[in-house]
């Protein structure tokens, strides 16, 4: 083994340590009984199997709020790119999401390290190496039927770097437990993630309600939401087949007004 070699090793080992120790800080609200080892997260298998294990013995929000600090430490050990002089804070919404706990724990610490972007010849977004990690937290978060908590963190990380925490199969799976509570929650989540065919299904379910109830107010002020649509790509599939999706499209409209009057814009 070469010099740089050996160094290269020796480096990686005192991080992993470093990580496993700060890991088992986190969890130690849990049981005082839990351990993270730095061979638990020598590798992505080996740290998902760990997470998992570990996730189990989350029963509280505020335990929840420990799993989410444990894998934004995991974040740098497992991803590549980093620019360590812009870190990227959390929103305010999400540091105050857990309105109903004495304690943040996780959440007001949380950061996510933005990832370089890949380059021109590959271009495509690429699947979180954590990514059964991340659902494994947001079905925590489920659980708890937190699920304006799941829009919050992925609000954070939306944009921060080329890789998308879940994978269309768990995308479809969260978006169809949120359709059962809010579907107009379910298609910005939707739109957050990616997928063209679960963003317009869970368009399909918004055009059902507003044919049904007309726009609530506090949807036809969200002015997120707006930027939301722009930004996700979806809003040509939106007017192109206006004729049967005209609730959204008078919906849409209903927004641009409500959106050019807020700024003071005369249309």
């Known amino acids: 083994m070469s010099e740089d070699s050996n160094a290269e090793a020796v480096s990686s080992r005192f991080t992993s340590t470093l990580?496993?120790?700060k890991s088992s800080q986190l969890v130690s609200?849990?049981?005082?009984s839990l351990e993270i080892t730095p061979e638990d997260i020598l590798s992505v298998d080996s740290a998902v199997s760990c997470f998992l294990r570990v996730s189990e013995?989350?029963?509280t929000t505020t335990q929840v709020g420990a799993l989410l600090a444990m894998l934004v430490e995991w974040e740098g050990h497992f991803t590549t790119g980093k620019d360590e002089n812009a870190p990227v804070e959390v929103s305010d919404a999400v540091n105050n999401s857990w309105s109903n706990d004495d304690s943040d724990e996780g959440w007001g610490s949380f950061?996510?390290?933005?990832?370089?972007?890949?380059t021109?010849?590959?271009n495509t977004l690429s699947i979180h190496p954590l990514h059964i990690c991340w659902m494994a937290l947001i079905r925590k978060l489920v659980t708890f039927s937190s699920h304006r908590d799941v829009y919050k963190l992925l609000n954070t990380t939306a944009g921060k770097n080329c890789r998308i925490l879940l994978d269309e199969d768990d995308t479809h799976d969260l978006t169809q437990s949120a359709l059962e509570v809010d579907c107009f929650l379910a298609l910005q989540i939707a739109l957050l993630l990616l997928y063209e065919a679960i963003q317009l299904q869970c368009l399909d379910a918004v055009e059902k309600k507003l044919k049904e109830g007309g726009i609530p107010d506090n949807i036809a002020q969200d002015h997120f939401m707006f930027v939301l649509v722009l930004s996700s790509g979806i809003l040509s599939s939106i007017i192109i087949s206006k004729a049967s999706n005209g609730s959204k499209f008078s919906y849409l409209?209903?927004?641009v007004g409500n959106f050019l009057g807020g700024?003071?814009?005369?249309?």
């Open 120 to 122: 021109k010849e590959s």
């Open 29 to 32: 609200s849990m049981s005082t």
């Open 263 to 267: 700024a003071g814009i005369d249309h």
């Open 111 to 118: 950061q996510v390290e933005p990832v370089e972007k890949e």
């Open 57 to 59: 013995a989350a029963t």
């Open 19 to 21: 990580v496993a120790l």
């Open 253 to 255: 409209c209903f927004m």
